[in-house]
């Protein structure tokens, strides 16, 4: 009945719709779209290369941070659709990231003064590598205004880890990743007191200033054991080389002919550098300790002759090594390249020209220099691609890119645009194998004669780059709003293997099984005092419990659980108007901690939309105000006997539905079975998602006998409603088995 209503008023709606001014157009041919549109062959090429038909996939997962919003967006290529926004260094609502107590409490630890930190400055991160190739595992990112590291999961695409550096104030915000991901780098970046609350800045400011370069450990597991989790930077085994007060920029990790060393850039004053560094000698060496972090000191890496600097023309803008590891580039209004081989030779023959800041020893620049090239402006970035020394420059002023090879260092190549690039990123780009398809471009001053004003703030936005034949195309723009962008990283599609549901009762920030857990039939409400702990589940469309009787200053805790197993089955919970909100995936655990400080009823309630009975998922917290007292006997609510006789009603009419659904179930159980469905594993997890759907329904059917049996209706009512949904989604899975199994048969791919 109520159904029908509802079906009613939206048809109205759309009809009203339809009929009050929305001008409605023909179906149209591709010959009259171009000709209404002014579209020419060249537009409808770019369109087609970036259209994703429905059920394709795009090629490459793209990640880029958000700059100072703090969170990490990630998107495809080649059609540039944006598929999440994920928080990292800030909280993010709807994720309940920095709501829920699991994730506040990471972000917590994970601060200077153990508080939740707002804001981030995240420009470029870096993917995890196994054999110098991206693995698809982890992401890491540097926070450059509050000092902090974080290592994201690209199993679930969530935040595992959020470190404070112990040491530096101020970090350059930029991660890159040795060839196995053994060590996590990530350097300071204008020098800065180091643990600066114990500094008197009276006495000798000056030469408490430094500037150092992390190499957090990384303890690389392959697989979430049962207890463990896959993958985390581990502090205690981290190390910091101190340096200098130089301002540190871009670096890089060398490889393969670059192997074992880190270069960077590094500026004092009106001095410019890279610098090299043998990281391998650095974390082998002894070290001491500083604010419980362990310290290389400058003169132990300069006695092992651990480091050098190359002096350059000029402030350089980034420093990047190719992909085979022969050469690094610096660039600044020329580009520069150095030659590894040679870099290598004048650190083992220590062939030196002199001394820097702090004794640092100094590489002359022509004895490592393979060559320089002027692209006719100032070059903010390259990057790479497949085809052998072949790279890109970004020349800023000049709205150009130019093609370029690194080895003859003669120009091959260029594109004009219609803005001023500035950042690159080609997909694989900074592995050994890059890929040759596209390149994405960063414009940081998007030109507003090409789209509509939003205000004074403009978004950013990344341009995708047809790279593949020799001429290079503009193929499409992509605005990212709430974004001040930087560095991005692409990997392969395939090479990323998302999980769908967690097992039961995981903490997904730890990977471990919450002692929170909750499984059906056992929630419960916990009191000591005045502290009240809510072990509780959700799945379609029940919350358990449905009311919540507190105290007026309780401290209060909801433990909720969400026990489904279907894909994409995410709940939302929050408690109106007490500012928490939390995200339920399949099998996640999480909680929520408030004081119950405001008297009154709050209804919490299911914040997602789950399925057609999602407003269903509802509860009630009730805070009594202070010095309550009861009038009634046992606080349950007395039915009267029309409401008695109306859930015996319901009660009734809800086992012929059981019933009529446990027929459907069984007609498609007997099909299952006479073709076989064990033989196609697909098909079968179907079946086992269902046969464990059912099996949870035996306890909602246990206690609506039970209450039926004593005359509880609206008890027994409630508990064959959560029998029925248990039934629904096991009819759902089958049905879904069923239809799989019959494309297969039908040879269907
Ligand atoms: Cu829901």
Redesign the pocket.
Known sequence: MLITKRFLALSLVFLLLASVGVPVKAQQTLKDVKKERGLSDANVLAAVKTFMPRGGRDEYFGFVGTGNSGTMIVYGLPSMRIYKYVGVFSPEPWQGYGYDDESSLMLKKGSLDDKIDWYGDMRFPALSETNGNYDGKHLFYSDGANSRIAMIDLEDFETKQVLSHPLFISCYPEVAVTPNTDWVVQTSQFPSTWNSRSVDLKKNYDSKLKSGITFWYFHNVKKVTKTGHAGRILKEKSITLELPPYTLGYFDVGKMAGDGLLVGLADKGDNHYAYVVDYKKIVGMKTTEINGFAVVPLAKALKADAIALIPLPAKANILKITPKGKYFITVDDQTNVFDFAKVKKALAGKTFSGKADGGIPVIDTKAVLHGSVNFGGNVIDVAFEYRPDIAYASVHNAKKIVRWNYKTLKKTGEITLDFMPSYLMVPQGLTETPQSNYLAVVDKEVDYKHLQSVGPVRPSAQHLIDISGDKMYDLYTMTLPQCNMYGSVAVLRTIIKPIIRYPTGTNSRTGEISPFKTVAGKEKIERKGNRVHIFGT?I??HITPEIVQVNQGDIVTFHLTNLELAEDET?GFTVDTYGKHGSFEPGKTASLTFVANREGAFPYY?T?F?SAL?LE?EGILMVKPKNYKATGGSGEIQLTAKQLAGYKKDYEDKLKVIAQTQDVINSVVKWLKENHYENYPYVKALVVDAVAQLNKAAVPKANYEKFAKQGKWKQAFLWAEQYFQYQVKAADSGLRAKKLLKEKLEGIK
């Open positions: 959700l379609r469309s709940h299911c997602e789950c999602h998922m």
